[in-house]
């Protein structure tokens, strides 16, 4: 590898994990398992300016020079880099109040994934837990910063992370994330008894009452301050415009007008219309579009019953898609899947599911489900949400990425969205060429969660560049796709928090299905499924450009 490019990768990588050291944990990166993510203006300042430097750094770097790896490398390098210091000009940490990515509920679902394999490890944790209580002072005076500024978060968001917040000083001192972590398997009980006692007094000094002084900060300085439904995106802030213009940019990795975003959005939606009539005629008896949506979204026969149902199906299907990839991937993943339940703390304000990746030091890949009011989760989607979470989706190409040999660490846990979200949103119809799909009740579940993505597109842009309010947003999906009601409402405040992610899973599955449609017309009988999955997934996640010209490179060839 390039030396001076080998040299750039390690430092921004350093500068990454030392900025995260939560996600470095959970990644297997020991180094900061004692620090806490430093939240104050000062240190963003800090990681801009380190940042700006690795940036200019790689673009004086002439690409015609290195070899094809290297090229990737510098590439996604500078796009990436770009992507974190874009949020970091955003200062997004003044008006970041959210159920869904603010500090606590950070804390809540990823803390207890921790693992320690040494004493060492074990002992670090409880120095983290000694600064939450620091970290929580610093989230709040940058909240009283944004609110001097001008720039408020959405008034939903305060108010559900102030129930989540109330939801949390409920529980015990056992059932706290921080003793919840993996202590190493050979301690004996004394030492066991030893951690958990010095665990249990960072939970009553110092994490607990940071919970309680974020959240009584946040009632008395933020809620009376916060944007009304009515101006719940972006656009609404001083500098909404930019902040909008650089998370497009950074989610989609594309310059693209967020008004021609909307149109897709719209046509894409109306696409839908003749598949949705086609399905609904052998499974609802249907062809009327808002019949079918009724029909999905009400009739409590394709509900679960209880939460149980919903995490074996889970389980169901992650089994038979993982039997059916050898079929059609030539580079499998060895580190495993496994299926577990959202955290009950913050679960009726979460997605139906979410996924952690595997960790260095062992840790399998997990598909996080939410069974939190079991009777409104559709069995129809129950499959396509397993494959794009799990196998072949979101596992599959992340634990390739982090098995990859002879590429920097910052390719190998990169998290370029649109091709991560892209590609699990690719399998979800991929998985019906495979034949996963039990029946054409569950495949009704391709059509609803299509529309869902495709709705991304409209509600996004509406939200942060139309100006819609929260209610026209929660209409237009109520109108547009079979959604049940609790999850229009979680997926819009979600949006509405989560600025431009939402577009990434749309505009990266078409490009997925363009480039290899591109491919098949090149290459005709030679086209291979395996040979075109391979060549999107040996190199880790990379730009929808630099996709591009890897897939035609390899149709060439």
């Known amino acids: 590898m390039n030396e001076q490019l080998a040299d750039l990768s390690s430092r921004f990588w350093d500068v990454a994990m030392a900025n995260s050291p939560m996600w470095a944990s959970l990644l297997g990166d020991r180094r900061f398992d004692a620090e806490v993510e430093d939240l104050s203006r000062e240190h963003e300042d800090e990681v801009i300016e380190q940042l700006d430097g690795i940036i200019a750094s790689a673009q004086a770097i002439s690409p015609e020079g290195l070899e094809r790896n290297d090229r990737i490398t510098r590439h996604v390098l500078i796009s990436e880099a770009e992507g974190i210091v874009g949020n970091l000009r955003s200062r997004t940490a003044e008006f970041l109040v959210d159920p869904m990515l603010s500090l606590h509920i950070d804390i809540i679902q990823a803390v207890p994934q921790l693992r320690a394999a040494t004493d060492e490890q074990a002992w670090a944790f409880v120095e983290k837990a000694s600064k939450v209580g620091m970290q929580f002072d610093q989230a709040l005076e940058r909240h009283r910063q944004g609110v001097a500024n001008g720039r408020t978060p959405p008034r939903v968001a305060v108010e559900k992370v102030l129930a989540q917040l109330d939801a949390f000083a409920g529980l015990s001192v056992s059932e706290n994330p921080f003793m919840q972590i993996a202590l190493p398997d050979e301690w004996d009980d004394l030492k066991r008894a030893r951690w ?55 989610y989609t990795s594309l310059d693209t007008d967020p008004h021609e975003v909307h149109q897709i959005g719209l046509d894409e939606i109306a696409s839908l219309e003749d598949e949705y009539r086609t399905l609904g005629s052998k499974v609802l008896g249907t062809t009327s579009i808002s019949e079918i949506y009724h029909r999905l979204r009400n009739d409590p026969a394709l509900r679960f019953k209880t939460a149980q149902e919903v995490h074996r199906a889970a389980e169901s299907a992650l089994a038979r898609a993982t039997e059916a990839i050898p079929d059609w991937f030539g580079r499998l993943p060895e580190a495993p899947c496994i299926v577990q339940p959202v955290p009950d703390v913050g679960a009726a ?209």
Request: contains cysteine; aromatic residues 10%.
């Open 196 to 250: 958990k006692h010095a665990m249990e007094e960072q939970v009553t000094s110092s994490i607990n009452p940071g919970f309680a002084r974020y959240r009584d900060g946040i009632a008395a300085d933020v809620l009376s301050k916060s944007r009304p439904p009515e101006k719940s995106g972006v656009c609404w802030l001083p500098d909404g415009e930019e902040i909008y213009r650089r998370a497009v940019k950074r």
């Open 349 to 557: 304000d979460a997605t139906i599911a979410y996924y952690f990746p595997p960790s260095d030091d062992g840790r399998p890949g997990i598909f996080f489900i939410n069974l939190s009011e079991p009777e409104t989760r559709t069995r129809f989607e129950s499959e396509v949400l397993a494959f794009h979470e799990a196998i072949p989706g979101h596992h599959l190409q992340l634990a390739i990425a982090q098995e990859l040999q002879g590429v920097p660490a910052f390719r190998r846990h990169g998290n370029v969205t649109v091709f991560v979200e892209g590609w699990g949103l690719y399998t979800e119809r991929l998985a019906d060429e495979m034949g996963l799909y039990s029946g054409d009740v569950e495949r009704m579940g391709i059509l609803s969660f299509d529309s869902w993505r495709a709705g991304r597109l409209v509600v996004d842009t509406g939200l942060h560049a139309l100006g819609w309010s929260r209610q026209k947003a929660i209409d237009y999906f109520v109108e547009n796709s079979p959604q049940a009601i609790n999850n229009i409402v979680n997926e819009v405040d979600r949006y509405i928090g989560y600025t431009g992610q939402a577009l990434a899973y749309k505009m990266g599955q078409r490009e997925l299905f363009r480039l290899r449609s591109e491919a098949q017309k090149a290459m005709g009988p030679r086209f291979d499924i395996k040979g075109f999955h391979d060549t999107v997934l040996e190199s880790g996640p990379v730009p929808l450009g630099l996709l591009g010209d890897l897939v035609r490179e390899w149709a060439a060839g």
